[in-house]
């Protein structure tokens, strides 16, 4: 049963962030920031948004934005703890992502019917979670790890699997990671700077982020 919930989980998530190349990784300290920020990004056409549970009100914010912006889909990212599926889903979620994957994490994404991207930083990760029925996963932290180069050596062996690399990605890195065959999409911050945030500049995130809109 759990392999063919991977599965689907694994073709939902790919048919999610398929339709953008660059997901916007939020991390929002101020709760009234969140739907601002949010309409910021769906303004310059990315309306798949990643909210971090790195602060507080993460899951207040995921609320508020699908509430206020029915068109974008908010994902909970930084899940590590089983139980923050659950939470995730009744905020509002459209899917979860995680920084690595244990046999715990894909019980629960199950259980919560969320789409769900599992982290993987080597080989034998990859592996196991693509004998399990998933074909896109988060290379995290992509730049400490081994960026650019690991993905394109992972290519020739598992062909099938694509990727969306987060940590460490600029707006000049992102383009050179999008031009690989198995990068479906990048994730990243650089969109909304903090100083940015803290001065409520929407209009220059939403300069920042037609940008990332047209790397691909």
């Known amino acids: ?41 769906l303004s310059a056409g990315l309306h798949i948004l990643e909210v971090t549970l790195r602060t507080r009100d993460a899951l207040l914010a995921v609320t508020r934005i699908r509430e206020a912006l029915p068109a974008a ?6 899940v590590i703890q089983p139980p923050q599926f659950a939470l995730a889903a009744r905020a509002g979620a459209g899917f979860c992502v995680s920084p690595g994957s244990t046999s715990d994490l894909e019980a ?3 259980a ?4 769900w991207l599992p982290g993987v930083q080597t080989v034998s ?4 979670l693509r004998a399990k029925g998933y074909s896109l996963m988060k290379f995290f932290p992509a730049e400490a790890v081994g960026g650019i180069d690991f993905l ?5 062996p598992v062909p099938d699997v694509r990727f969306c690399p987060t940590g460490g990605i600029s707006a000049l890195s992102a383009r050179e990671y999008l031009k690989l065959a198995n990068v479906q999409c990048v994730g990243g911050s650089w969109m909304t700077p903090p ?6 500049r929407w209009d220059a995130i939403a300069s920042l982020a037609r940008e990332a809109r047209g790397l691909r």
Do not use: C, F, N, W
């Not at 339709?19 to 009234?32: C, T």
């Not at 990760?125 to 196991?128: A, P, R, V």
């Not at 394109?152 to 020739?156: D, L």
């Open 108 to 110: 629960a994404a199950a």
């Open 73 to 78: 889909i908010v994902g909970v990212g930084s």
């Open 112 to 115: 919560a019917s969320l789409p």
């Open 195 to 200: 100083d940015l945030v803290t001065q409520r």
């Open 125 to 128: 990760e990859i592996l196991s």
């Open 1 to 41: 049963m759990v392999q063919l919930m991977s599965v689907a989980k694994s073709s939902g998530i790919a048919s999610l962030v398929g339709e953008v190349p660059v997901i916007p990784v939020l991390v929002i300290d101020r709760v009234d920031d969140a739907v601002p920020l949010a309409e910021a990004l």
């Open 152 to 156: 394109r050596s992972v290519a020739g």
